[in-house]
Structures are given as structure tokens and as C-alpha cells.
């Protein structure tokens, strides 16, 4: 019986080519197939380092369909490396329905460490990094894009979004109507290329200082916000502590939590952080 092929997930770099790896460099030699989400792009990548494969296009308005035909491609042996334009496939990039339908289907899938803008972005940030949410592109259109901030309003995680160049000013206005004009903000713009720019401030000064110029709101951009701030010791009631007790001797914390945050209208975590803290 044939063996079946292997899907290999290789990040490439985001801008500096010498950010590829040695293992990605020898992946590339040894599968059959490559599959892209520009085949024209990462054509210019492998032709620099000399790499002739076919190319198998594989894009956001493709992948449900293609990814049938890769599996099936797989199952007679063929050995595919799927990369996107940039960075490590799959975040904010295709290559989830492939991987899903791989792993269903019984195919090895290794991946290989490498570039990724969100990350390199954090851990130059000064922003905690110990905990952090990753939302890729807010929505285009700002009554959305404020109604998923309004959705993180209350996120004591680090966020991380992609911005676009056209969008990064309206997004930042969005920002700061939602979060506040003070939230500290850092924008990673063009990471590893010549004029990677990494800026910290507030939102209100940040967007000032990026409509002051318009060369400093182009190229690739990483947006890293810092988490809601801990409200220092919220207050509650004797009445609500009262309850929460009672209540949590017959329900679960939660649950309990949730009931009393509901009747004296506070945050239901911060309720159940103080039954952690105090019921034990």
C-alpha cells in the first residue's frame, strides 16, 4: 500500500528574507507540491533561494473547494508545504479548512516555527505578554469595528489586531471612542523591513502623531493594546456579600456570582474573583 503524503505548515518571513529557517529552506526541496495563497508572491521568495516547485493557489475564495482536491492530492502520496504571503499560514491567513480536513482524514500534519508579525510585535511592545488576545482585522466598516471593541471593552488581556494602512486613522478614532483616548496603545508598523517603526503612547496622541505625516500610517501594521486596567479593590455592599454567601453554600460560586451581580448590578467575575478570594 502507497504511503500517504505529509502537509507541512512553513511560516515564511514577513519582510526580512534572511528570516527564513534552514528546515523551511530543506522543506521546500523535498515536497512535491507547494501550496500558496499568491503563487506570484512566494514565486519571488523561492526564486530567490533558487527553489523550482509547482504551485498550487489556495486563497481565502478557494480553500473550501481546493482543500478536497489537496487531501485527495495527499492520500496518493504527494507531499505539499502550504505557506501564505507572509508570516505563519493560518493566522489571519488560509489554511484552516486544509489543516481541519487533514487531521479528519487521518494525514501528518507538521508544522514549522517560524515569522509571525503578531508575535514579533508583542514581545517588542512592553506590553504584558503573558496574556494576551489575538483578534486579527477589526471589521472595515466602523459600526462593527466599534461593536467588536465594545465586545473587548472589558478584556484585562493584551489585545492584538492587523491593521491596514487606508483604515489605520478611522480605527484608531474607533479606538479611542470606545476604549478611552488615554488606553496605552503600540503600533508595530513594517516589522523586520527597513522603516520598522515601533511607537508607544496614548490613543489620542498616537493618532495625532500618525496624521501628522502621512508616510508614518503606510506599510504593514500591528496594533497592541494594553488590557482593561484591574479596578483597584471594587467595593461591595455588605448586602451583596451577604447574598453571594448564602447563595454560593447552595449553587455553585458561579452561578452564585452571576445571580448577585445581576441583583446589585456589579461584574459578575469581579463578584466571583472576590468568592475565590474570600469564600474559599
Known sequence: MHQTGILYIVATPIGNLQDITQRALETFAQVDLIAAEDTRHSGLLLSHYGIKKPFFALHDHNEQQKADLLVEKLQQGTNIALISDAGTPLISDPGFHLVRKCRQAGI??????????????????????????????L???????????????????????????????????????????ERYIVLAREITKTWETIIGDSVAALRQWLSEDPNRTKGEMVLIIEGKPKAENEEFSPQAVQALTLIAKELPLKK???????????????????GLENLG
Not at 517560524?114 to 510585535?121: F, M, V
Not at 471589521?139 to 489585545?159: F, G, H, I, V
Request: hydrophobic content about 45%; proline content about 3%; charged content about 25%.
Open 139 to 181: 471589521p472595515a466598516k466602523s459600526k462593527a469595528r466599534k461593536d467588536k471593541l465594545q465586545n473587548l471593552a472589558e478584556e484585562d488581556r493584551t489585545l492584538i489586531f492587523y491593521e491596514s494602512t487606508h483604515r489605520i486613522l478611522d480605527t484608531l478614532q474607533d479606538i479611542e471612542d470606545v476604549l478611552g483616548a
Open 256 to 274: 452564585a456570582a452571576a445571580i448577585v451581580a445581576e441583583l446589585y448590578g456589579y461584574k459578575k467575575n469581579a463578584l466571583y474573583q472576590f
Open 108 to 137: 501528518k500534519v507538521v508544522p514549522l516555527p517560524g515569522a509571525c508579525a503578531a508575535i514579533t510585535a508583542l514581545c517588542a511592545s512592553g506590553i504584558a505578554s503573558d496574556r494576551f488576545c489575538f483578534e486579527g482585522f
